[in-house]
């Protein structure tokens, strides 16, 4: 991942406010998951971007804004890389559109042609958009406030463990998860959801290896993937879905959703998002 520093990625970027779809930058997953067959996946879901900061002019010259969200399939060939990502929203804001119609049938075309998929995109009016993530957390146990011994700060599967052979259905979340960026080197911070039906999982272990990313240098969407990897290896669910949400940066929101049956995570905003 390390060479991603030596593309413009990894420099200083000048912001253009002008129209520029040739800022967004694909990176095939493959390259993540070492794997290039998208027919033998061990999961299913979608990464679920949320733009604060959309703006573009209409015909008479005055600012519009929008929240706009993307939802781009986990099997797609490419992911679009964050940084880019901002950079490509951030140049309509001098640009004229005649309607949100427009704006929104040109995010699809651009986005599902980097992305090798076709992306789903949904721009509302600031009016529409209160109650389509509502702040909330699922019903489910925070499991923080353990007295644990943290050791380990890079990933190691071999902290997960099952604590019984009693199949439970539960939902576990930890707000302490914590990777960095494998261009720029910032801190990504999120919150994590494990949702499983199984042998019960070890909360105490669990909890180191969330713990365990926090000096891992990854994309968000490969970390998730991990998690769940690492997860079902370890504990063999029966059920099992992984849902993080991180903090926002230069207005975009990414939160992957890896499931072994869902196709789309639950609606909910963290409250640090």
């Known amino acids: 991942m390390s060479d991603y520093r030596f593309t413009e990625l ?6 253009s406010d002008s129209y520029d779809s040739s800022l967004l930058c694909p990176i095939a997953r493959a390259v993540a998951r070492q794997s290039d067959d998208l027919n033998k996946l061990p999961f299913i879901g979608v990464d679920l971007w949320t733009g604060y900061e959309l703006s573009w002019l209409n015909l008479d010259g005055l600012p519009q804004i929008a929240i706009v969200e993307f939802i781009i399939a986990c099997d797609s060939q490419f992911i679009v890389e964050s940084k880019s990502f901002k950079l490509y929203l951030n140049s309509f804001i001098q640009t004229k559109f005649s309607s949100m119609e427009a704006v929104h049938n040109l995010l699809v075309k651009d986005l599902s042609a980097a992305t090798g998929t ?16 509502p702040i909330s957390e699922p019903q489910g ?17 071999n902290l997960l463990k099952a604590s019984s052979d009693k199949v439970v259905d539960e939902t576990l979340y930890s707000h302490l ?4 960026c494998p261009v720029t080197d910032q801190p990504d911070w999120a919150s994590v959801y494990i949702f499983y039906k199984g042998p019960k999982i070890d909360r105490e272990g669990l ?9 891992h240098q990854d994309f968000h969407e490969q970390c998730v993937e991990q998690i769940f990897l690492d997860i079902i290896s370890a504990c063999c669910p029966q059920e099992l879905s992984v849902y993080a949400r991180y903090l926002r940066r230069g207005g975009l929101d990414i939160n992957p959703f890896r499931s072994t049956h869902l196709n789309r995570p639950p609606l909910f905003r963290q409250v640090r998002q």
């Open 10 to 15: 990894g420099k200083e970027s000048s912001y």
């Open 118 to 133: 076709v992306v789903e995109v949904l721009v509302y009016e600031i009016s529409e958009y209160q109650g389509i993530q």
């Open 141 to 157: 146990l925070c499991i923080d406030q353990q007295s644990v011994l943290i050791d380990a700060y890079s990933p190691d599967s």
């Open 177 to 180: 998860l914590k990777t960095n």
């Open 207 to 215: 909890l180191q290896y969330i713990v365990s990313y926090r000096q």
